[in-house]
């Protein structure tokens, strides 16, 4: 299996990337971002792009692939709409049409978030921007998946490009065994996120749309 990942330098990403990395079936997973990740594996070819609203450049390097894990985003605190709008529509669908063009039986997975709005027409301005996203990725000719998580525990390393969520993380870290008992259906982890794209691109799922026990289940199948 050939997989392409975008946003692997954030916190999911490096989750993702680590399980694909680790995967006996993935033969090579190639990341696109403004940045490198720093890592070297015989696996892990880097194309560093400057421009993600145009990826015309690399166009010739996007075909041939099995499956896009597309990891990245960013909070809407602060934001406008336009803005947000910008990074979370505009980004994600300038990487999935041409995947699209190119890899019909491409297996998309969109990390989306708990609550998108799927109508577009509810009050909250984030909520319905995702939910643009994902039926606009839910039209395009390949297999499309969104990942709508609830919290998000880091493991094996993986840690946030934003100081705050860095923290907030520190200090959340002793209560997810809690959270965990508590709520499980509510939570799940980097890694389980990883194993669940991984299981999507290998067999599939019932339903488009994955909330925290659906990513749960399908990482505990593999």
Not at 35 to 62: F, N, P, Y
Not at 205 to 218: F, M, Q, T, V
């Amino acid at each position: 299996m050939k997989v392409i990942v975008f946003g692997a330098t954030g916190m999911l990403g490096q989750g993702v990337l680590r399980e694909c990395l680790l995967a006996a079936d993935v033969e090579q997973v190639v990341t696109v971002g403004r940045k490198a990740t720093g890592q070297v594996h015989a696996k892990l070819r880097e194309i560093e792009h400057a421009d993600l609203s145009d990826l015309s450049a690399i166009a010739d390097e996007l075909g041939g692939y099995d499956a896009c894990f597309f990891c990245l985003g960013v909070s809407s605190a602060g934001m406008s709409e336009a803005d947000y709008r910008r990074i979370t529509f505009d980004l994600t669908m300038a990487a999935a049409r041409p995947l699209a063009e190119r890899n019909t039986e491409l297996t998309f997975v969109y990390i989306s978030g708990a609550s998108t709005d799927s109508t577009e027409q509810g009050r909250s301005m984030w909520a319905r921007v995702k939910g643009q996203t994902e039926n606009a990725l839910f039209a395009l000719p390949f297999h499309g998946y969104a990942l709508r998580p609830g919290y998000i525990q880091p493991l094996h390393g993986a840690t946030s490009r934003t100081r705050w969520y860095r923290l907030m993380y520190v200090l959340v870290k002793p209560l997810y065994p809690v959270f965990k008992r508590l709520a499980p259906n509510a939570v799940t982890t980097t890694e389980n996120i990883g194993l669940a794209m991984l299981h999507l691109a290998r067999r599939g799922w019932p339903d488009k749309i994955l909330g925290p026990a659906e990513i749960n289940a399908a990482a505990a199948q593999d």
